[in-house]
T-cell receptor
């Protein structure tokens, strides 16, 4: 079946602009995760949804970052007033609730100029 | 979850040789997972080993877990060029669906 998809694959934006990154999880997966990865580093956890609610948002770096999953499927990560330090690959993953293995999407490469 | 530390940070071997990388962690776990990442994009789940297991195999992969030493190893036998990637471990303290914490990984290069 289809894997996790993320759009866009690349996004270039100017400092101070607002961006939205979209994630379509594997059908039937109740858990959805967002990570971001800087060059040479491992992925850094941002937020995790179980169904529609954020079960753990402890990784969001500040209040410029927000994520939603209104119908328990697709999720959008929103970044306000982007900064150059937000440049990274943003990864989304999904899993069956209560199971640890996560399935990752290809990521969105965000570049803030 | 807790962060695992992969070692070595980089490894370069000849095609056909075996590659071994290690993961250490600090507190007790429910399970430990290994992931592979090609070209800095999406990660692929390789194998999950539970705390009551000592060894697990999947194709050319062999994972061991020593809970007394709080360490795990991933062995790739008969390496291929396609195995060139970064490898990450993710120790899980809980048994359910939590966010993963990754270290910097082991960057493996297979020389033709």
């Amino acid at each position: 079946g289809a894997g996790v998809s993320q759009t866009p694959s690349n996004k270039v934006t100017e400092k101070g602009k607002y961006v939205e990154l979209r994630c379509d999880p594997i059908s039937g997966h109740t858990a959805l995760y967002w990570y971001r990865q800087s060059l040479g580093q491992g992925p850094e956890f941002l937020i995790y949804f179980q169904g529609t609610g954020a079960a753990d948002d402890s990784g969001l770096p500040n209040d410029r970052f927000f994520a939603v999953r209104p119908e328990g499927s697709v999720s959008t990560l929103k970044i306000q007033r982007t900064e150059r330090g937000d440049s990274a690959v943003y990864l989304c993953a999904s899993s069956f609730g209560g199971v640890s293995e996560q399935y990752f999407g290809p990521g969105t490469r965000l570049t803030v100029t | 979850s807790q962060q695992g530390e992969e070692d070595p940070q980089a490894l370069s071997i000849q095609e056909g040789e075996n590659a071994t990388m290690n993961c250490s962690y600090k507190t007790s776990i429910n399970n430990l997972q290994w992931y592979r990442q090609n070209s800095g994009r999406g990660l692929v789940h390789l194998i999950l080993i539970r705390s009551n297991e000592r060894e697990k195999h999947s194709g050319r992969l062999r994972v061991t877990l020593d809970t007394s030493k709080k360490s795990s190893s991933l062995l790739i036998t008969a390496s291929r060029a396609a195995d060139t990637a970064s490898y990450f471990c993710a120790p899980m303290s809980g048994g359910g669906a939590d966010g993963l914490t990754f270290g910097k990984g082991t960057h493996l290069i297979i020389q033709p």
